[in-house]
């Protein structure tokens, strides 16, 4: 078998490439086959930290049982193709999620998900395949949750993925929410800041002023209070994430007393609302440091209409 490095498969070390195409070899045997040059590099003997470089070709001699991928228990190929696209270009595509879709497969491997479906959709467009050789998936950098709605970020190459991940730890990519909370909001904007601790077993997150174990997390919610109908007793208000944790804004304002209408975990069902009334309506790129080839992002701003 030869395989030829594309750009989505450079700038990795030879042994980790190795371990995420052939997942039935054991790590001890990828060092084995390489030291008894049983895989070579461009029909040479290369060592297992080789940085692989775009055109390379690596020949590989072992048993045909060993070379067979691992069969994903998600079929992306049997998940619907349908995205609502906000943005799409050759690195990058973000997608409006409906309420009700996971992000990703849940412990059930449900095959519906928006990841499968931007794998499908991928898959149709000819811009990738998962029986070309390469490791790299089409992923999604940030997740929302499946009764949240709204934009989703998708990286279509290795090097986006790359970026992308570092500029959501950075803080680089702004991530704004619509809610409809319960209640009069008594400030016009402001910051809160506690801790957040996870709850495996309920699936629950309980958010507090002190850490109340090693596994507490600090988490940061920036508010900005939009407007109060008298009526239905509900504030609208804009959220911008500075950490985001899971279910960070429902138990964030639940804390203090103001649960999203129509979120069931954390407030009170609302016959109104099929899900809590929670949408990530705008994402902005703030880039602060290099880009790469993501670049010609920054400052740029993409936002939905969250009826």
Not at 164 to 174: A, C, F, P, Y
Not at 209 to 222: A, G, H, M, W
Not at 245 to 271: C, E, M, N, W
């Amino acid at each position: 078998m030869v395989i030829k490095i594309n750009a989505n498969d450079a700038k990795q070390r030879l042994d980790k490439f190795l371990k995420k195409r052939f997942p039935k070899i054991p790590t001890s045997g990828v060092y084995k086959a390489l030291r008894l040059k049983k895989i070579k590099v461009n029909n040479k003997k290369a060592e297992p930290n080789y940085l692989l470089q775009v055109g390379d070709e690596i020949s590989v001699f072992l048993e045909e049982q060993l070379l067979n991928k691992t069969v994903d228990k998600q079929d992306f190929h049997l998940a619907p193709s349908k995205l609502n696209i906000v943005y799409e270009d050759d690195n990058v595509i973000l997608i409006n999620k409906p309420a009700g879709l996971l992000t990703h497969v849940d412990e059930e491997n449900t095959v519906d998900t928006l990841a499968n479906r931007l794998k499908k959709y991928l898959y149709e467009k000819k811009f990738w395949d998962d029986k070309d050789g390469t490791t790299f998936i089409p992923s999604l950098v940030n997740r929302l949750d499946r009764n949240t709605k709204g934009i989703v970020i998708g990286a279509k190459n290795a090097e986006s993925l790359k970026i992308l991940n570092q500029k959501i730890k950075d803080r680089e990519i702004d991530k704004f929410y619509l809610c409809q909370v319960m209640g009069k909001f008594p400030k016009q904007e402001g910051i809160l800041e506690d801790y957040l601790t996870k709850n495996e077993k309920l699936k629950k997150v309980t958010v507090s002023k002190k850490p109340l174990n090693e596994k507490s997390v600090r988490i940061i919610t920036q508010y900005k209070l939009l407007s109060y109908d008298k009526e239905k007793n509900t504030s609208l208000l804009e959220i911008k994430l500075i950490t985001g944790k899971t279910h960070q804004i429902r138990a964030h304002l639940a804390f203090y007393g103001f649960p999203i209408v129509g979120d069931s975990k954390y407030g009170t069902k609302d016959d109104d609302f099929a899900h809590q009334d929670l949408t990530s309506c705008k994402v902005i790129f703030n880039f602060k440091s290099d880009a790469g080839i993501l670049n010609y992002l920054n400052k740029k701003e993409f936002k939905i209409n969250p009826k």
